[in-house]
């Protein structure tokens, strides 16, 4: 094999008998999940074959059983039908992990190099000559490119319908020429690509994929310099007269990478998280809600939004980490406030509920509770830091929600559980025009934090709706897509403390006055 450094998966250096093994198992796979019936007619082999290349998804389930193995979603149906409908075509998939950009992008590279474009006649299509194969080295491409090769190779059900595959003139690893005449390349960004053709075809189509890397895009001059290169020299090889298939496949990783570069050019792009904006699995035919919550449970708040979500996070750019200590007693408290933010916008942002008491200097995060739930869960929220906060003769506690999101349905809701319960809720709105959200968050709780004034409760640490306000405080910066719901809260609630004791100090209201007690709530 010509180049035995590409010998990796998943980026790992892979030994011969590793990369045997590897071979072997995926060129098994694909050998056996292809079976075919030696004893079709040719007229049933050529009626077969028509009518599996009028409808792309039966032939994509037909030759390559062994990757299709759920019903596709309808972003994937969408996606096939835009580049197979436009021979020249631009196109950006920003697709999270475990939705099968790759694999998807693979079955329609097959078939436009064995069909040709469905919008043709049959008898008028001209498969694709020259594909290029781009990722962020040549190891990679050589990785991305392997799937490739076996399937010419060893998919028994292209050989029976298209005829074998392998040529004896050029086949490495590197790149191949298939018997019916297709080139197929692999290429790392940086390397030159220049005469790139096959006999008069230069590539027709052109696939970045993977092609940023988290180094690179650390450094602003790296990925100013690799797009350079993928604009002036990689899609350089493209014919002007041509038609040209150009489909970059990534995750966004950073704000400025190429993959976002890209978005700007392509006549179509589009991001696809593993999770709609209704938190509902994009793809529920393979990736269930329990799949989803099982590895999302195992990562960071950072990882899990920059892997699956498509948010990179630069973390600590505010708030590095956040401060623990043991809270006081409720009744040493000067003012304590529970603060709700209900988060009414999309039913995938967090709902917020804290409750924050200012002691000396210093405030607290008493209680947290963050999580993506429903109203009912907001409003038994309340009640259990009701139940604490009735624990202490001596403590006084106010209830605040912004004013804009007590709407008629959430109110009744409130109320409701009011009679229902006998324990009305005494929540009243927040009345004050916000400004800016960073500007605000940043402005009031950024000092305090710094100053050694901004404490999360220490017992707390371990309980998962406390371990989120702090990832949602690390990971809260400007022009962030990150949720920052519970320290909007926590905003909110140290806001009316401050506003309320000053009231208090105007004479305006009154609070009892506090007995101290070593006891902890």
């Known amino acids: 094999m010509e180049l035995q450094a590409s010998r990796t998966a998943g980026g790992n250096f892979m030994t011969d008998k590793q990369w045997f093994t590897y071979w072997r198992q995926h060129a098994k796979m694909i050998f056996d999940t292809t079976q075919v019936d030696v004893n079709e007619t040719k007229e049933e082999s050529e009626q077969r074959k028509e009518e599996l290349e009028a409808d792309p998804e039966k032939w994509f389930k037909y030759y390559f059983p062994g990757y299709a193995t759920s019903p596709p979603a309808h972003f994937h149906l969408a996606a096939t039908k835009r580049v197979l409908a436009n021979p020249e075509w631009y196109e950006v998939r920003i697709w999270s992990r475990e939705l099968a950009k790759s694999t998807r992008t693979m079955m329609e590279v097959f078939y436009l190099t064995l069909v040709g474009h469905s919008v043709d006649p049959p008898a008028e299509r001209k498969p694709r000559r020259y594909v290029l194969l781009i990722s962020n080295s040549l190891n990679n491409a050589c990785r991305l490119l ?4 076996i399937n010419f190779e060893c998919n028994q059900r292209i050989h029976q319908d298209y005829g074998p595959q392998q040529s004896i003139i050029k086949w490495t690893e590197t790149e191949f020429i298939t018997i019916g005449g297709v080139a197929f390349r692999a290429l790392g960004a940086g390397q030159s690509p220049r005469g790139t053709r096959n006999e008069e075809a230069r590539p027709d189509i052109i696939l970045f994929d993977d092609i940023d890397t988290d180094a690179d895009c650390l450094n602003p001059e790296i990925i100013a310099k690799k797009w350079r290169w993928i604009e002036e020299a990689a899609i350089g090889t493209r014919s002007v007269s041509g038609s040209t298939t150009i489909i970059f496949c990534g995750n966004r990783i950073a704000a400025d990478c190429c993959i976002e570069r890209a978005t700007k050019l392509a006549d179509h792009s589009e991001v696809i998280n ?3 904006a209704a938190g509902n699995s994009a793809w529920p035919e393979k990736n269930t809600e329990a799949d989803i919550e ?6 960071s708040y950072a990882a899990q939004q920059k892997e699956y979500f498509n948010n990179p996070i630069t973390e600590g750019s505010v708030f590095k980490h956040m401060a623990y200590k043991p809270v006081r007693h409720l009744s040493e408290y000067d003012m304590i406030v529970c603060y709700t933010d209900p988060s009414y916008k999309t039913t995938s942002d967090y709902k917020a509920t804290v409750l924050v008491g ?3 200097n210093e405030y607290h995060i008493i209680k947290c509770f963050l999580a993506q739930g429903t109203t009912a869960h907001m409003i038994d929220w309340h009640y259990t830091i009701m139940d604490i906060v009735a624990t202490v003769e001596q403590a006084c506690c106010y209830y ?7 709407q008629d349905v959430l109110v009744k809701e409130v109320n409701d559980a009011g009679l229902r319960t006998k324990r009305p809720i005494p929540l009243s709105g927040d009345t004050r025009k916000k400004p800016d959200k960073f500007m605000r ?3 009031l709780l950024e000092p305090l934090h710094r100053n050694g004034q901004l404490y999360l409760n220490e017992h707390e640490r371990s309980n998962p709706h406390m371990a989120r306000l702090a990832e949602q405080f690390t990971a809260f910066a400007p022009r962030s897509r990150a949720h920052d719901d519970g320290p909007d809260a926590v905003e909110g609630a140290i806001w009316k403390i401050n506003e309320l004791l000053l009231r208090k100090t105007d004479g305006a209201i ?3 006055k506090k007995q101290p007690n070593k006891n902890r709530w």
């Open 146 to 149: 392997t799937p490739y090769r």
């Open 274 to 276: 593993i999770r709609t």
């Open 294 to 299: 099982r590895v999302l449970s195992q990562k």
């Open 358 to 360: 200012k002691w000396q």
């Open 400 to 406: 605040f929600m912004e004013q804009v999101f007590m």
């Open 441 to 443: 968050i940043e402005s």
């Open 510 to 512: 009154v609070v009892s």
